[in-house]
T-cell receptor, first 112, second 117 residues
Framework: QKEVEQDPGPLSVPEGAIVSLNCTYS??????FMWYRQYSRKGPELLMY????GNKEDGRFTAQVDKSSKYISLFIRDSQPSDSATYLCAMSGNTGGFKTIFGAGTRLFVKA | GAVVSQHPSWVICKSGTSVKIECRSL??????MFWYRQFPKQSLMLMAT?????????EQGVEKDKFLINHASLTLSTLTVTSAHPEDSSFYIC?????????????FGPGTRLTVL
């Protein structure tokens, strides 16, 4: 079993839709949860960073962490074609020297 | 701010040759740099952690003699793929952080696509 599971998609939605991206994990030691956005042939860029359980909102993006279920989500409201990218979840904690473990990434296409 | 560059952005080489990839933090001093490898539709796989002035720490299964890492300054780390073979073809990405742990915000470079013929 992988430490972090993420559906690679692709996920195709119409412009303006609410997008829900999810990851599950198995290591209860993870404490820091991140979402990165990666455009084609580019390096990832950090979108959201949360510590422990709860919600965090930043503009059209909301990150949600449920440690009891070992489940994290990223919601994108009013999705735009420019949101089309691969979204990677990542997490780390007091395990393996705080090494960051990445999900496989979900490819998202937002159609105009 | 917090820009990381990589050079070259892509490289094609013959089997058996060595390839050097540079990773630079342009506007900050990077205490730690990380080297990742990414296969199509797969996650980033950490290869090694590099701290300025000290030997890199390699992840299990990564050959130290195959992937030479040098972190000579606080703004530059290099990855040399020695005697490259087609199976080394991949997307190599570096990241840099001002902290000492991967939980500190990592700023990623744009990646280098290596194709070995």
């Amino acid at each position: 079993q992988k430490e972090v599971e993420q559906d690679p998609g692709p996920l195709s939605v119409p412009e303006g839709a609410i997008v829900s991206l999810n990851c599950t994990y198995s290591n209860s030691a993870f404490q820091y949860f991140m979402w990165y956005r990666q455009y084609s042939r580019k390096g990832p860029e950090l979108l959201m960073y949360t510590y422990s359980s709860g919600n965090k909102e930043d503009g059209r993006f909301t990150a949600q962490v449920d440690k009891s279920s070992k489940y994290i989500s990223l919601f994108i409201r009013d999705s735009q074609p420019s949101d089309s990218a691969t979204y990677l979840c990542a997490m780390s904690g007091n395990t393996g020297g705080f090494k960051t473990i990445f999900g496989a990434g979900t490819r998202l296409f937002v159609k105009a | 701010g917090a820009v990381v560059s990589q050079h070259p952005s892509w490289v094609i080489c013959k089997s058996g040759t060595s390839v050097k990839i540079e990773c630079r933090s342009l506007d900050f001093q990077a205490t730690t740099m990380f080297w990742y490898r990414q296969f199509p539709k797969q996650s980033l796989m950490l290869m090694a952690t590099s701290n300025e002035g000290s030997k890199a720490t390699y992840e299990q299964g990564v050959e130290k003699d195959k992937f030479l890492i040098n972190h000579a300054s606080l703004t530059l780390s290099t990855l040399t793929v020695t005697s490259a073979h087609p199976e080394d073809s991949s997307f190599y990405i570096c990241s840099a952080t001002t902290g000492a742990r991967s939980t500190d915000t990592q700023y990623f470079g744009p990646g280098t696509r290596l194709t070995v013929l």
